[in-house]
């Protein structure tokens, strides 16, 4: 039987990264405490290679598509929704890439599902994000972690600060102005598998 430890940096990664995520517990717990600091959120994240059409062999190196459905709730507001695409590439044995594209504005949040039959997606009309400039998961032993900072301009930063393992995804995106943090909350969004 394989450990963590013997598979490949590259299946890990996959392997840790696709699934259901919820951080309903650590909700839980703030409410009970008295006050919630953080959404609720879940993430439903699946490989979506498949969904691609017209993409070449490999962008750069072996690497797969994921297309992350993100939902946030705060007490008495709507429901955000917030798909995201990205593509994951191996650097080496040891460390995972990130980029980030943009979906086409011919769909809407709401059809930006992994489980949409009709959500089809030409490589030609994937761009780049112009902001988020991607970021580098270094792998120690069974987790990984990444800090990513992202200039916007106007004294504007973005730093993905992540760590995941098998079972938890410990997220932080960091949104300061002149270095002031304009993040609601100071600790990561900590998603259980579900």
Known sequence: MKTARSIAT???FKQYITGDFDNIRQVEEERAQGAQIHPHARHVNRVADHKIIGKPKDISGRGFWIIEESYYKWPD???EIKPYIFYFSEL???SMQLQVFQFP???TPEEIKNDNPDLKLSI???LPSPTFKGAVYHRDGDTFHTRAPQDLGNGM???LIETFEATKL???ELLEKDGERLTPYTDPIIYDRV
């Open 157 to 159: 930063t973005f730093t």
């Open 170 to 172: 410990h997220v932080m």
């Open 124 to 126: 030609d009309n994937l």
């Open 92 to 94: 080496d044995d040891m």
């Open 77 to 79: 507001k709507e429901m």
């Open 10 to 12: 590259f299946e890990l």
């Open 105 to 107: 504005n011919t769909y």
